[in-house]
């Protein structure tokens, strides 16, 4: 037999991680049923406003003997009630247990959970119908990510290894030393990535919180993310690692869309042309992007720092392919900017003076006509229009690694740019 499990909500600022109990879930199941796979740590919506981080979500599959599966749940629900950070007001837990093939109709529920917003009388509905036995701890929130773990088709994926800490560091200092990180990345990289931030010459494998997790390692390669592991330096002791896999850096929550049919928590991949000029407010800078059915306002908000450059030299009437999560900011739809590619550049005409016409020299504005500063002499203000070269190139823009979703492929992976090429 089949029994699939997803959990979901069990973290909270103050510390846990819903990963740190599936790897737990998924050492004591495997003594007891045969694991079909690696776990999944599934990523769902990033724009649903409830999540903790990254809105994750985790599921794991096993064959089992019939008689065994009373065990496997009650052993799920001990571990879920023990170690879940139920007492913070925004952890809701939610435990889901299947049996037998996973049907076509959660699948689609899943793909609904990643692109949309779901509610908690949704996933009851689809649980109900798909024959699927729900726990709920008090409002039981997790059960949609729950659901939406198992049921998700997971055709394209990576895998992350995850080591956690003991819990008498919880809450300490992650002492991982920096070049050692940075060794490693060189040596496997693109094979795994975003371990580093090579611009800022960050580490980017340690999370900051009180969470259990130690170190997060990402790639393609599990033989290449487990030595990767090995050669990173670590000063505390390691209570186990876990490799998932993952929906992260897959692309899959992107859709394309035109601008009408845009709705709040969307992702989606905009072609359009920017309506006018730039604008900046507390470091965020934006722009109106326009297509046939209507307007939408496009924000590359402060941590994509760099990036911030590129979308600044954008001009009215340039024609762009856009993708990003679309969220209310200051009350107005934005697309939260991922990755943007200049498809048409306008030419860029800047407007100067003349030279004087009878010595060479430079003229000067007075009003409306121009005076030689050499020579005095005097001409109507006719200025010359100058072509630019525009310093964007025919490419595919990002955001840099710390500001990038979980969700969102970087372009070093092939297939980075296929989202976007869709609306080409
Ligand atoms: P972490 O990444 O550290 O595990 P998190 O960011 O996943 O934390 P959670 O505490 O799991 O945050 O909270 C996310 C909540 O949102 C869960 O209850 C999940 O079931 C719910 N959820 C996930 N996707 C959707 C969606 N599309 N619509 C509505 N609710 C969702």
Excluded at 59 to 79: C, G, N, P
Excluded at 185 to 196: A, G, I, L, M, R
Excluded at 204 to 225: A, S, W
């Amino acid at each position: 037999m089949l029994i699939h499990i997803g959990i979901d909500d069990t973290d909270s600022p103050n510390g846990m991680c819903t990963t740190y109990i599936g790897a737990i879930l998924y050492r004591e199941i495997s003594k007891i049923a045969e694991p079909l796979d690696f776990p999944r740590l599934i990523r769902l919506n990033p724009n649903v406003p409830y999540k903790t981080r990254g809105n994750g979500a985790v599921a794991m599959s096993f064959k089992i003997d019939e008689e065994k599966i009373k065990e496997v749940k009650t052993l799920v629900i001990r571990y879920v009630r023990e170690l879940a950070d139920i007492d913070h007001e925004n952890t809701n837990p939610g435990i889901v247990f299947l049996i037998g093939e996973v049907p076509k109709e959660l699948e689609e529920f899943s793909l609904r959970a990643l692109r949309e917003h779901v509610t908690i009388e949704e996933a009851e509905h689809v649980a109900r119908k798909v024959n699927a036995e729900v726990y709920k701890f008090k409002l039981g929130r997790g059960i949609i990510g729950g659901l939406a773990a198992i049921g998700y088709p997971l055709e394209k994926f990576t895998y992350e290894l995850l080591a956690y800490r003991k819990r008498e560091y919880w809450g300490t200092p992650r002492r991982v030393i920096k070049e050692s990180v940075f060794y490693a990345d060189k040596w496997s990289y693109p094979f795994t990535y975003d371990n580093v931030d090579p611009y800022k010459r960050t580490v980017l494998i340690t999370p900051h919180g009180k969470d259990p997790v130690l170190v997060g390692i990402r790639g393609i390669d599990v033989g290449k993310i487990l030595q990767v592991f090995e050669m990173i330096k670590i000063e505390e002791p390691i209570e186990f690692f876990q490799v998932y896999k993952t929906n992260q850096n897959t692309d899959d929550h992107l859709v394309v869309k035109k601008i009408k049919d845009v709705k709040p928590y969307d992702n989606v991949v905009i072609r359009g042309k920017v309506a006018g000029k730039y604008w900046e407010k507390g470091r965020h800078v934006f722009f109106e992007l326009e297509d046939e059915t209507g307007k939408i306002r496009v924000a590359a908000f402060e941590p994509t720092k760099k990036f911030r450059n590129y979308v600044r030299k954008l001009l009215p009437g340039d024609e762009v392919i856009i993708a990003g999560g679309v969220k209310e900011f200051e009350g107005v739809l934005t697309v939260n900017l991922e990755k943007f590619y200049p498809v048409n550049l306008v030419p860029k005409v800047e407007y100067e003076k003349p030279r004087c016409p009878k010595c060479g020299g430079t003229m000067k504005s007075k009003g409306d006509y121009l005076k030689c500063k050499k020579c005095g002499y005097k001409m109507e203000k006719i200025l010359t229009p100058v072509k630019r070269p525009r310093d964007l190139k025919k490419k595919i823009y990002e955001v840099p690694p710390d500001a990038r979703k979980h969700i969102s492929r970087p372009l070093v992976l092939p297939g980075g740019e296929d989202k976007i090429l869709e609306a080409l």
